[in-house]
């Protein structure tokens, strides 16, 4: 009988280098909210992968802040070095256009892991051969990777390549989760960040950043003989004034951003929903540790 493998492959890297992509791409669904805005990933997710024979559970992390400005980024950087506490292997993704001197905590970090190392270097059809040899030696003269792998998250090439090559590497071990369950978080918080996703999509500026979506009801029935879900969302912003952008003149704003997110969530849960949304404002939330732990940022 083939001995079960499993274990913890935790990613890591900079904000927008497809991190979240990756995780996608591994485990088949949609885990994280992708968006071309930096930061968009805010807390650790966990994606499981199941079969008969291993177990993977990925995990995504923010994107590491080199001088957080506030709680919030503190509690996120937090989040993103704590894979290394808890690795079976981690995955250091980067891409042709990412900033390093060598000096950067992560290269710390990294030297002093004691699992396998992985460099993930994705985006790899925006660039072009000779770049994508000279980082590869570049990042193996820095740090000692097990392997080296070369990959386009967003159109799936060398992904496959990148599970099996994990797989290979993965530790005998039991099974953590329920084989039919694909992630440690609630439906929720998957509701909450599909309404965030649509914020970072819709507004500008600051307004993405100064905001924090609350799932506060998700109440089901059935509708004219169908599942029926009533979702109530609470939508923190830090000032009046960005409460009033959000719900636009006449509410124009908030009824477009209701109509994207409905969509998005009907076709998550498989079912009709009734979306509510309110607005809310709490000063300098993200620097209020109560506000902060009920969000989920804080143990």
Not at 57 to 78: R, V, W
Not at 146 to 151: M, Q, Y
Not at 162 to 176: A, D, I, K, T
């Amino acid at each position: 009988m083939e001995k079960h493998k499993s274990g913890f492959v935790n990613i890591i890297g900079n904000p927008n280098v497809g991190k979240s992509t990756l995780l996608n791409a591994l485990v088949g669904e949609k885990m994280s909210i992708i968006t071309h805005k930096p930061q968009t990933t805010r807390h650790r997710i966990l994606g499981i992968l199941s079969d008969e024979n291993f177990q993977i559970i990925f995990s995504d992390t923010p994107g590491m802040i080199d001088d957080p400005g506030y709680k919030m980024q503190k509690a996120m950087n937090d989040a993103a070095f704590s894979i290394f506490e808890d690795a079976d292997l981690v995955v250091f993704v980067t891409e042709p256009q990412d900033k390093f001197t060598g000096d950067e905590k992560i290269f710390e970090k990294l030297k002093k892991a004691e699992v396998p190392k992985v460099l993930v270097i994705n985006k790899v059809d925006l660039s072009d051969q000779e770049t994508l040899k000279k980082l590869s030696i570049w990042w193996n003269e820095k740090i000692t990777f097990d392997e080296t792998v070369l990959i386009s998250a967003l159109n799936k090439m060398g992904t496959d390549h990148l599970l099996e090559l994990l797989l290979g590497r993965l530790p005998e071990g039991p099974v953590y989760y329920p084989k039919d369950q694909i992630s440690d978080k609630s439906v929720r918080f998957f509701l909450s960040e599909i309404i965030r996703e649509k914020i970072l999509l819709f507004y500008q500026q600051e307004i993405p950043y100064s905001t924090e979506v609350v799932i506060t009801e998700f109440k089901e029935s059935v509708k004219k003989d169908k599942p029926f879900v009533h979702v109530r969302a609470e939508i923190y912003v830090m000032r009046q004034s960005q409460k009033n952008i959000i719900i636009g003149k006449g509410g124009s704003s908030i009824k477009k951003l209701g109509i994207a997110a409905r969509k998005d969530i009907e076709s998550f849960l498989e079912k009709r929903i009734h979306l509510e949304m309110f607005v809310k404002v709490k000063e300098k939330w993200r620097d209020d540790d109560r506000l902060l732990k009920s969000f989920g940022y804080l143990q």
